[in-house]
């Protein structure tokens, strides 16, 4: 009898159709989970004027969908890992939550009156919440080790692309349409579930721990073609499988990693918090500073842009280098440059510092999702990323709340970004306290034998 270790062969497979086949679909869901999210601000405008709504109201329907998207992941992000001896796989959980946003977005489209619209928005945002950690736990599964990193945060660049399409295609098509088509746009990805359920693989550490034996063979095959299938070859993964788990939820805080755990969700509040301060206010508060709208715009294209050329390049550097010491750099960095934005400088110096502060936000929040796919054993890995980013959304509710409570003290403009700094201090410390000796891919690996 020999066995085979899984994990090890997904590991150092080489690249191939099956990966880049999987980060296609990947990516495309997050594109279409980006696009939601961001039609509501594209709209708000209009909607405003429409239904003769205050600012009050409008800022309160735009955290009903955050408030989704925090249940979303609570929800979602265990259902996989709780209840897969029950067959609710992580790929139908994916599935479901396509349905929920993409259905329920394009229902906006038909809204009457802003409580109708609020229902809507809410249980979209159950779906765009629940769908982000099951495609991460799902993309960290089957990527390579050495690309593991630069994979996850490769395809989590698909949300800028979502929210750039919203923006492009509701600047071309509301003004023939009005602000209902970009609602409707939202129900495309219902035409494509079809080949997305067909092409997309189960989790197959979730096939090898339930016995499916023939499906195993077949990924395998798929994801490491030099492996050649013999009838004695049983089939074993890094983590011990173990049928009496208790609740994954408890399981995050067990065998040493409770605080590793905490300090996890810290870092995703204090990020998501940065996030949303600075993608809610940023343009008002290069006004307050004295630039005109047109360039406090671009201020904020400048995070966006940081914020994706921070991710991309922290996780190709994490796959070659301790994934700890990169986000405490891009953390460090970005405190540094939000500090440096309280001083008179050339506004090409300015928006170098934006993109910096849009690594430490937007990009170190997407390297920390790919570090816990590495921190996590495969049975509850959706489950930590999960629980962490819905925790993670009440600093995406508070941040904005902060600012706008800053604003109403009326301090000078300096005092905004020394608050927005401190996040980054509290996210580097609490990064530095995640202890990697209880990490999963610090386990060793059961030898491999193939023959």
Request: glycine share 8%.
């Amino acid at each position: 009898m020999n066995m085979i270790n899984v994990s090890q062969i997904v590991d150092e497979a080489p690249m191939n159709k099956f990966h880049w086949s999987l980060i296609f679909f990947c990516t495309l869901i997050i594109i279409f989970d980006g696009y939601d999210l961001v039609v509501y601000g594209v709209a708000l405008p209009l909607l405003m004027q429409e239904w003769s709504i205050d600012s009050i109201t409008a800022g309160i329907i735009g955290s009903v969908a955050l408030v989704g998207m925090m249940f979303g992941a609570f929800l979602f992000g265990s259902l996989a890992d709780k209840y897969e001896h029950k067959g609710v796989t992580r790929k139908k959980i994916i599935i479901i939550c396509i349905m929920l946003f993409s259905f329920f977005t394009m229902l906006c489209g038909f809204s009457d009156n802003p409580i109708e619209f609020s229902i809507y928005r809410f249980i979209a945002g159950l779906g765009i919440g629940g769908v982000m950690p099951n495609v991460i736990a799902h993309v960290g599964e089957f990527a390579p080790k050495k690309v593991k990193s630069f994979f996850v945060t490769l395809m989590f660049s698909g949300y800028a692309i979502g929210g750039m399409f919203g923006a492009v295609l509701g600047s071309a098509l509301i003004p023939m349409y009005g602000w209902q088509i970009i609602f409707f746009i939202a129900g495309v990805p219902l035409l494509v579930l079809i080949p997305i359920y067909k092409f997309l693989p189960e989790s197959i550490e979730s096939l090898v721990r339930q016995g499916k034996r023939s499906d195993v063979i077949k990924y395998l095959q798929k994801i490491s073609p030099q492996y050649k299938y013999q009838d004695y070859h049983q089939y074993i993964l890094n983590t011990p499988i173990n049928h009496k788990m208790n609740s994954p939820v408890s399981e995050l805080f067990s065998q040493g990693r409770l605080i590793s755990t905490l300090m996890f969700w810290l870092s995703i509040f204090m990020t998501l918090l940065m996030v949303y301060a600075l993608g809610s206010w940023l343009p008002k508060l290069m006004i307050e500073a004295g630039y005109n709208l047109s360039k406090s715009l671009y201020f904020l294209f400048a995070l966006n842009i940081g914020g994706m050329i921070g991710a991309i390049l922290g996780g190709f550097l994490a796959d070659r280098y301790n994934i700890k010491y990169i986000l405490i750099t891009i953390f460090l960095l970005g405190a540094i440059s939000l500090y440096l934005m309280t001083f008179k400088l050339p506004i090409i110096a300015l928006y170098i510092l934006i993109a910096c502060s849009g690594m430490a936000s937007i990009g170190a929040q997407i390297i920390i999702s790919s570090y816990m796919t590495k921190y996590y054993p495969s049975n509850i890995r959706t489950t930590g990323i999960g629980w962490a980013l819905g925790f993670g959304r009440l600093g995406a509710i508070l941040g904005p709340i902060l600012i706008g409570w800053i604003l109403v003290l009326n301090l000078s403009y300096e005092y905004y970004f020394l608050a927005i700094c401190i996040p980054a201090i509290i996210a580097m410390v609490a990064i530095i306290f995640v202890n990697d000796k209880r990490s999963a891919f610090q386990l060793k690996s059961v030898p491999n034998s193939q023959s």
